[in-house]
């Protein structure tokens, strides 16, 4: 089976690309390299013996994304590629509306021109909204006070890839809502390598232990959490592309949703926790003010994934700290 994996140097695609390649598919990767680097193929290569064969391409150009589908002659496509930075969405929706759904919009024209009928998308717990300390299931409500444009774009696209499929009984499509993934592969050549500031949690946790930031801010000792630090399901990066692979083996007519995290709500102390413990170090930090628009208590239900794809975590906060430092040891900028 031949994949296109949209947004494959990225973090949660390369890892993605390493499981389909050991897993016997052969996978060709679009990105536009907005926010990866084009060494990640070598270091596919490298932890595989294949090197995918690469589109530095745009979404947004649509000659160009359909000339990719036209040549590929593709049997599915996983698609990651958007643009993730909460804070940046809030200040530049539109770039953010533009990239993520026009950029989909693309994609799926030039699927269908192409006949190209299978997709994964990769979405994220965001589209559950404002709903805080219950085990999240698929058929919940969706939509409904999410507090920011990145959140809005998952949540529109879901919704077009719904229409998709409504009007088109070939479609064949799943939609992964991603909880929070955190880890790197276990050779330390690929993890999480955003440009710019982050505003994720390990990626901060990740530049405060080389000292590009001098402390860790914790927003918010206050919540109604055992330790008063908010909490999230944070699942290996390594299991969460494991479950593209399940995902794209059991592909079938009509629209599916899977949440892929754990099942465990771990807090923010809990983290800082758990790197000191495996860094044997101290991570500077120190508690401030909330962040706006968070939520104390976000975790899945992963048992409809288990069910019907067979996939489960297999690695836990342990695993995916030791993993981070040891990528940080390997990482050459
Ligand atoms: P990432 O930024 O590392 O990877 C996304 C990739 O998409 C990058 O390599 C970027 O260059 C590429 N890209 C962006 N816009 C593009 C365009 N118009 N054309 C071509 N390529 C483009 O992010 P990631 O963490 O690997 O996330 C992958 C997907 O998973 C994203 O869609 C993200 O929204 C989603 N997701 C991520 C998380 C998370 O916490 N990391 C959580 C839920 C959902
Ligand atoms: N967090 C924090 N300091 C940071 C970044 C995040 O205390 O610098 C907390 C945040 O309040 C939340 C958790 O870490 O409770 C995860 O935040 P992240 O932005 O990684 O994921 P999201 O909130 O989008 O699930």
Known sequence: MKILLTGGTGY????????????GFEVEILDNLANSKI???????????????????????????????????????????GLKAVG???????IYYKNNVC?????????????????????????????????????????IGITNPYGETKYVIEKILMDVANSNNDFEVTILRYFNPIGAHSSGLIGEDPNGIPNNLMPIIMKVATGEIPKLMIYGDDYNTPDGTGMRDYIHVVDLAKGHVKAVEKLKPGVEVYNLGTGEATSVKEIVKAFEDVAGKELPNEVVERRAGDLAKIYADCSKAERELGWSTELNIKDAMRDTINYLRHYEG
């Open 39 to 81: 060494a990640v193929l070598d270091k596919i290569a490298k932890i595989t013996g294949v090197k995918p064969k690469f589109y530095e391409v745009d979404l947004l150009d649509a000659s160009a994304t359909d000339k990719v589908l036209r040549d590929g002659r593709f049997d599915a496509v996983i698609h990651l590629a």
């Open 12 to 23: 949660i695609g390369s890892h993605t690309a390493v499981e389909l390649i050991q897993a």
């Open 88 to 94: 940046e969405s809030v200040e530049k929706p539109l």
């Open 103 to 143: 950029g989909t919009i693309n994609l799926l024209e030039s699927m269908k021109r192409n006949s190209v009928n299978k997709m994964i998308f990769s979405s994220s717990a965001t589209v559950y909204g404002d709903k805080d300390g219950i085990k999240l299931t698929e058929d919940m409500e969706t939509g």
